[in-house]
């Protein structure tokens, strides 16, 4: 299985949907735990890197300015 590339600043795409509706996420802290920030009503959440990796489905913009697929 290929290990999915993501770096900080990346708005990435969720496997289920935020409360507020929407499914986009932005990368705000990196390290163990990953923090990620709703790109719909802006609350934050502090999730462990492997359920991360796991609900994350792609990155849809990536900081540097490619998307990566």
Do not use: Q
């Not at 900080?8 to 920030?37: A, F, Q, S, W, Y």
């Not at 609350?43 to 900081?63: D, G, Q």
Request: with cysteine; glycine share 8%; aromatic share 2%.
């Amino acid at each position: 299985m290929e290990r999915k590339v993501f770096g900080l600043g990346d708005i990435v795409l969720m496997k289920k949907p935020h409360p507020c509706g929407t499914n986009e996420m932005e990368i705000i802290r990196m390290g163990m735990d990953i923090r990620i920030k709703c790109t719909g009503c802006h609350h934050s959440v502090l999730i462990p890197r492997a359920k991360f990796e796991k609900n994350m489905k792609k990155v849809l913009r990536s900081a540097a300015g490619e998307t990566k697929e």
